[in-house]
T-cell receptor, first 117, second 114 residues
Framework: AQTVTQSQPEMSVQEAETVTLSCTYD???????LFWYKQPPSRQMILVIR??????QNATENRFSVNFQKAAKSFSLKISDSQLGDAAMYFC??????????????FGQGTTLQVKP | KAGVTQTPRYLIKTRGQQVTLSCSPI?????VSWYQQTPGQGLQFLFE???????NKGNFPGRFSGRQFSNSRSEMNVSTLELGDSALYLC?????????????FGQGTRLTVV
């Protein structure tokens, strides 16, 4: 079974600075997707960024980028130029592809990010 | 384009009762997944429905059930409620549940069992 681990329960960053959130996962599959979701106090889960395992290039979405290390099974999220609105809980998530092709997401425990003005 | 709609937003129930939660996916989305979120267990997958069929199921007791209608709307039911069922229940929809389909979440239903 696949597992996702976020070892940082809480992180803080100064506004305009850069912060990196860590995520490791375990799987025997070769084809899968990885995601970072943001959950603000409103509890609405918002997709931040997506990475396909078959792509070597790291995904980037504006101020958000990932460092995807497939061999190490590591998937970290870097937030540049942090803004107060980035304060939220961030979840790393895994989804199978190929033969396990369903919508099931496996989530990490989450990292609460505090942004200090 | 309307997002994923979950109703009701808040519920208070008594132990032993049953409850039904509703999820209306984004138009055109055929996959609906349900998750339970608690402070202790985090986000756990309950089940997924695709074209009215349960395609995947998490490790929850049989008290948790669901269904999907022909218009892709989904309901989940919890019978014989226990205090431990208090949680935020999140619904997510996607176009076909796989192949690079982004999952969109509703705002959740906060269930409190007293």
């Amino acid at each position: 079974a696949q597992t996702v681990t976020q070892s940082q329960p809480e992180m803080s960053v100064q506004e305009a600075e850069t912060v990196t959130l860590s995520c490791t996962y375990d799987t025997s599959e070769s084809d899968y997707y990885l995601f970072w979701y943001k959950q603000p106090p409103s509890r609405q889960m918002i997709l931040v960024i997506r990475q396909e395992a078959y792509k070597q290039q790291n995904a980037t979405e504006n101020r958000f980028s990932v460092n995807f290390q497939k061999a190490a099974k590591s998937f970290s999220l870097k937030i540049s130029d942090s803004q107060l609105g980035d304060a939220a809980m961030y979840f790393c998530a895994y989804r199978s592809h190929g033969s396990g092709n369903t919508g099931k997401l496996i989530f990490g425990q989450g990292t609460t990010l505090q942004v200090k003005p | 384009k309307a997002g994923v709609t979950q109703t009701p937003r808040y519920l208070i129930k008594t132990r032993g009762q049953q409850v039904t939660l509703s999820c209306s996916p984004i138009s055109g989305h055929r996959s609906v997944s349900w998750y339970q979120q608690t402070p202790g267990q985090g986000l756990q997958f309950l089940f997924e429905y695709f074209s009215e069929t349960q395609r995947n199921k998490g490790n929850f007791p049989g008290r948790f059930s669901g269904r999907q209608f022909s218009n892709s709307r989904s309901e989940m039911n919890v019978s014989t409620l226990e205090l431990g069922d208090s949680a935020l229940y999140l619904c997510a929809s996607s176009r076909n549940g796989g192949t690079n389909a982004e999952a969109f979440f509703g705002q959740g239903t906060r269930l409190t069992v007293v």
